[in-house]
């Protein structure tokens, strides 16, 4: 007895963990900088902390009040019904429940090259097959409604991420728009905001059916422009499409990666498809608590947000090397050896993320640290590039 074949299927290749590389190097944990998996700098909000120790004694049930809690609480936030939020085992979670609602066997998906792993994993893992459209470096991985229609030829599902892992480029929503208009029918435009929170551009969310724009979103929205840390929100598109989803995630500006726990906003003609393919208790008692505490704590999100955009800015100044503009709360940045460079950098207790496994083996990606983090990380490659 075998598993089925999965020679086409690849292993995600996740960020190294601080852990594993103390125990590697021999070094104690605290010595190192881990700025490799996109994670936040300051940790998870202190309301998240104090609602996951509130509910240690609590988890001999099912979640089931709390599910309905954070539903309800992020429809409020984005203006749409409960029923249009699929809440899950992190952003990757709602990626296959998205694969299991839409595809049947065979059918195709269009993934970004380089992109983020995880979209032609989910359709492989629920039998679809995988095309590509390329982001040139040489157009510094702009992300445009020609070059993705140019690749497209009838997919089931068009991933979009804005901002993109792991170039930090950023897609128009005009440009969403046109995909979305010039795709057939069938066709999901999925945006994948996982790092929605860092940008200054307003959410595709806005473009989907059902969504009214009265919700708490455009409150936060409101005061985030003020603070000058989103858009202006003038000629924002809105529209009413049923073939347009948002994916959303605690894991980054929220600093719940650990938690697992994300969701993606979906057209309200939908309704009733979550029900059929979500895992029983798709969130834990854990995470719906600590998430529900997080959305509470605009604080920690505005300073995960700027100490991001600092760090972000730090790095494109002061890096001996080119970078590219990033929406994100990382950089990508062109070191010539990205192996090398990566084990390098460990050795000095740095750890960053290669590039390679993105089809980028010149590159590196590193995660906005806090300021002395990042201070650190910057100094120690500027030496070693120095050297090389
Ligand atoms: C672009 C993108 N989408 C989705 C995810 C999934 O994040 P999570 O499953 O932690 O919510 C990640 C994680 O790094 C990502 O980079």
Not at 275 to 292: D, H, K, M, Q, Y
């Amino acid at each position: 007895m075998r598993p089925r074949d999965l020679s086409t299927h690849t292993a995600y290749e996740a960020g190294r963990g601080a852990e594993e590389v103390a125990r590697e190097l021999g070094l104690d944990r605290v010595e190192l900088v881990k700025l490799s998996s996109n994670e936040n700098p300051h940790g998870p909000s202190p309301r998240a902390s104090e609602a996951i120790r509130a509910v240690a004694d609590a988890v001999h049930t099912y979640p089931k009040s709390s599910h309905t809690d954070l539903l309800k609480a992020l429809a409020e936030r984005w203006g749409v019904a409960p029923n249009q939020v699929w809440l899950a085992n992190g952003g990757d979670g709602a990626l296959d429940y998205l694969s299991r609602a839409l595809l049947d066997p065979g059918e195709e998906v269009l993934v970004s090259r380089p992109g983020f792993a995880y979209y032609a994993m989910s359709a492989r893992y629920h039998h679809g097959r995988v095309k590509q459209y390329r982001l040139r470096k040489s157009e510094d991985f702009a992300q445009t409604a020609a070059g993705v229609l140019e690749a497209y030829d009838g997919e089931r599902i068009v991933y979009l991420t804005s901002p993109h892992n792991p170039t930090g480029s950023e897609i128009p929503l005009d440009d969403v728009l046109e995909i979305a208009e010039e795709t057939d029918e069938s066709t999901l435009v999925l945006v994948d905001e996982a790092y929605g929170e860092f940008t200054a551009a307003p959410s595709a969310a806005g473009l989907i059916e059902g969504q009214s724009g009265s919700g708490d979103e455009d409150e936060g929205e409101s005061d985030r422009r003020e603070k000058g840390t989103i858009g202006d929100g003038e000629n924002v598109p809105t529209a009413e499409r049923e073939d347009v989803a948002v994916l959303r995630t605690f894991s980054k500006a929220y600093g719940l990666a650990g938690l697992r726990l994300g969701y993606a906003i979906t057209p309200a003609s939908w309704a009733g498809a979550y029900a059929r393919v979500n895992t029983p208790f798709a969130a834990s008692e854990v995470a719906c608590r600590a998430g529900l505490a997080a959305l509470s704590d605009a604080e920690h999100v505005e300073h995960t947000v700027s100490s991001a955009r600092w760090a972000r800015e730090y790095m494109h100044e002061h890096i001996d090397a080119p970078t590219y503009e990033s929406g994100g709360n990382f950089v990508l940045c062109e070191v010539g050896d990205a192996p090398n460079v990566v084990a390098s950098l460990q050795e000095s207790g740095i750890i960053v993320r290669d590039c390679s496994s993105f089809g980028l083996p010149e590159c590196i990606r590193i995660t906005c640290g806090t300021h002395e983090e990042t201070h650190r990380a910057v100094e120690t490659l500027d030496d070693l590039l120095e050297k090389w």
